[in-house]
């Protein structure tokens, strides 16, 4: 399975993640280990290799390339978009070491500050000067720069991307190729296209390379890897016996709607085949990871509200300080099989909010008091909801609960809309962390597209990554969406 829209957890981004991994981690604990390994060499009574602490400095080494990399994640650093600007790429890297060297010196004096309540022998590894920690970090600068210019040189001179051939220029054509060019994806190559009988192709900038009926000797003339389906009309068109014989020499063969999702992490709803949703893999709800996903609800609400215990009090007195009103706020939503439930927030607009009727949210949005921007940038008015965890109506992922109005308008108005009710509404989800405001139906479409790719590929690992960037979104204070 693939993670894409943007951050992809693709096979060719985790081949990066983990050969920097390794890398880091021995650069790491080369330099950490430096004074030791000489002190122990040039000892007068002589001294080996072997008498070096080495599980110490891999220990050591580990945790500081754990955090390198955990500080290239806020910053981008795994997205295509981001890497393909070798300057961009210069100054996140150096953004990042340095991020990550305030956080390793703060770290050693809140140790050091902290030994007289700990055994000394716990800290004593910890409370020497963090110079070695910092040098690692220096080392780490010219290697991740250099790693990642080899790594793109590899792909690129050994050609290790695939070369692809459509087959049909229609809208679902256009829109994979816009998407390719928008996440300058590299492990992609659009070749051309081969036309399916009278079909006409008006805008669109790829070459015609010829007709179906000579798909299998354009597709071995230019070397293609991969054949993608791209007709928006099939019926009488499809060239079922070249894709067939393309299959049988060894070229994969796929639908546009499938490498479409792989690469966006969304499914094209507008394009969609109701075929597509029934033969194709995904939408597997087994009752081992609904159990441990309810598991984990359970126990991440419980921490979770224990531990913004005083977080909580202090936003409902800045809230009943700032403007009267209650300090919560319950609103009706739409929950799993269109039960009705009422959803728990800490007040962030005024009282006047709605006295119009319901509205959409909108980015700015003027009904939003001065503490509520805060408390919805940093996500705390959504603390509350971690009750509604606890009383099995919400996941903490999912897709957002709506609003009966709401739901009531964009099921008439959007494809599939009601099957975002297979699963139970969630605290965060796919759509929100990749996603705007939802303030029309064209921003709804969208994140129906999300949702729906989470509902396919649902498991506990997807749960998790959805978790990790969310607290990417807060930490970088991009807001809730």
């Known amino acids: 399975m693939s993670i894409s829209s943007g951050n992809a957890l693709s096979t060719r981004r985790l081949a990066l993640i983990l050969g920097e991994s390794v890398l880091l981690l021995l650069v790491c604990a080369a330099v950490t280990s430096f004074r030791d390994v000489l002190d122990v060499l040039t000892r007068p009574e002589g001294g080996t290799l072997a008498d070096v602490d080495w599980a110490r400095y891999l220990w050591r080494g580990g945790a500081l390339a754990l955090l390198c990399q955990v500080c290239f994640m806020l910053q981008d650093l795994y997205d295509w978009r981001v890497t393909s600007n070798a300057n961009q790429t210069s100054v996140k ?126 597709s071995n003339k230019e070397r293609a890897d991969r054949v993608v389906v791209a007709l928006d009309e099939r019926r009488g068109k499809l060239p079922v016996i070249e894709l067939l014989n393309c299959r049988l020499s060894g070229l994969r063969v796929q639908e546009a709607e499938l490498l479409y999702e792989k690469l966006t992490g969304k499914i094209a709803v507008q394009r969609l085949r109701p075929s597509y949703l029934v033969f194709s893999d995904g939408f597997t709800q087994g009752r081992i990871t609904f159990a441990v996903k309810r598991a984990l609800d359970v126990v991440l609400a419980v921490v979770g509200l224990v531990l913004s215990a005083p977080i909580a009090l202090l936003t409902a007195l800045a809230i009943r300080l700032e403007s009267r009103g209650p300090v919560f706020y319950g609103q009706t939503r739409v929950g799993k099989d269109g039960r009705i439930f009422t959803v728990y927030k800490f007040r962030s607009m005024r009282t006047d909010a709605e ?30 909801q971690m009750w509604n965890i606890l009383r099995n109506e919400m996941s903490f992922v999912g897709p957002r609960p709506e609003r009966p109005f709401f739901v009531d308008e964009l099921r008439k108005q959007i494809p599939y809309y009601m099957e975002r009710l297979i699963v139970k509404p969630g605290l965060t989800g796919w759509a929100q962390i990749n996603y705007q405001y939802g303030s029309s139906v064209e921003d709804a479409l969208t994140k129906l597209q999300y949702d729906l790719w989470y509902i396919k590929n649902l498991s506990i690992f997807v749960d998790l990554l959805i978790l990790l960037r969310t607290i990417k979104v807060i930490v970088l204070r991009r807001g809730a969406n």
């Open 93 to 218: 890297l150096l953004e990042s070491i340095f991020y990550a060297a305030i956080l390793v010196t703060t770290v050693h004096y809140a140790i050091h500050a902290g030994a007289s309540l700990i055994p000394p022998e716990a800290v004593a590894p910890y409370t020497s000067r963090p110079w070695t920690s910092l040098a690692a970090l220096v080392a780490v600068l010219p290697v991740a720069h250099f790693y990642r210019v080899f790594f793109h040189w590899v792909f690129a001179t050994w050609q290790l991307h695939d070369r692809v051939l459509l087959v049909g220029s229609g809208s679902m054509a256009r829109t994979l190729v816009e998407e390719i060019r928008r996440l300058k994806d590299p492990a992609y190559e659009i070749l051309g296209y081969v036309r399916c009988d009278d079909e006409t192709s008006p805008g669109f900038d790829v070459p015609c390379l010829g007709t179906a009926d000579q798909l299998e000797t354009i």
């Open 355 to 384: 006295t119009g009727g319901p509205q959409w949210a909108a980015k700015n949005d003027r009904r939003v008091t001065r503490v509520g921007a805060i408390i919805r940038m940093t996500r705390i008015d959504e603390i509350p």
